[in-house]
């Protein structure tokens, strides 16, 4: 983003990052999506940059900031390396700013403090087997025992669910009353009756560990509950409305690195006695990847300002979140186009970016879902 659109501590801030990833996280990457190995190397490298308390206040270990803060951060480090972005969205907008935004003082100080520090990991526990989209369908259950609960069923798709010492989950008490019996509890991860299994096989973003998460009899405290019973489900659209935000930047990040990749190999990749970048072809393809990539970041910053204005935001953060996704997809592609047949070949890092980007369309909302939140929101509105 140009310097003039930012503030002086934003620009600041931006370039700090942004020289972190350049010599730490772009090193990396190709090894981490080769290996599938969750990174703990950048995980630490960030924390002691003070970005895993982003947005969480100093009492509780936290570093304080905006949104537009958390977004300029998304960015930087999904441009490094979107396994590790997707690794510290996950832990921070999700988990920790969860417990932020709705856990009881003794819950902040209790686990905010490891999390904000990289001392601990943090997960969301929210997508099942048979509710993924249709997120009220969970049947994960909560049933109360022993002045707490005992949780039985089964999550999947988690994310940092092997390394996670600190769990966010929805479950419900009730299934007949849908939205309205879901309770969101604090979980530990060494918690009895608490298994992880780890996935493998995932296309892209192969570092950022997921798992299947299964609760058998699984003890939680009724102290664990954030907010009052049946909350949860309101709760956790909250936090997704805002989380979207960073997600929209992490897109942005992967669209940066293929706009950029594209334009170097232009600049250096010669045929015909002539660089690449000197046929009006790939120039076409470079000025629509430039105003692509220029529109997408403008939504998400605006969306983000919005939210740190206290104004409404959930139809800029869906839109946000939809355009800049399909932009991480469609300059991804284009940034393979433009590199050829060596684009197709690992460990190029177009080709990485290519396998990245997809899942951008489907984790934290698919595209459907950002469209029909987006309708929602204009159709029940007075102001178009």
Known sequence: ?????????????????????DKELVPRA???????????????????LGLLGLGIDE?????GGTSRQVAIVGEEIARGCASTATTVLAHLCLCAHFINMYGTEGHKQQFLPDLATGKKVGAFALTEPGAGSDAANMQTASKRSNGGYLLNGTKTFITNAPEADVFVVMATQD?????????????????KGLTVNTLKGKMGIRASSIAEVVFEDCPVPEENRMGGEG????????????SRIAIAALCVGIAQAAYESAVNYAKQREIFGKHVADFQGIQWMIADMATQLDAARLLTMRSATLRDEGQPFIKEASMAKLYASRAAVELSDRAVQIHGGVGYLA??????????????????????????????????????
Not at 2 to 19: A, F, I, M
Not at 59 to 63: A, F, H
């Open 1 to 21: 983003m140009s310097g003039y659109l930012l503030s002086e501590g934003e620009l600041l801030l931006k370039n700090t990052v942004r020289d972190f990833a």
């Open 30 to 48: 190709a090894g981490y999506d080769e290996s599938q190995e969750f990174p703990w190397e950048n995980f630490k490298g960030l924390a002691e």
């Open 59 to 63: 009492k509780y270990g936290g570093s």
């Open 175 to 191: 299934r007949s009353l849908r939205t309205r019996g879901v309770d969101a509890l604090i979980v530990e991860g060494d918690s």
């Open 231 to 242: 909350e949860g489900f309101r709760e956790t659209m909250q936090v997704l409305n805002a």
């Open 347 to 384: 460990p190029t890092t177009a080709e990485r970016l290519y396998r990245d980007a997809k899942v951008t369309e489907i984790y934290e909302g698919t595209s459907e879902v950002q469209r029909l939140i987006i309708a929602r929101q204009i159709l029940e509105s007075d102001v178009f």
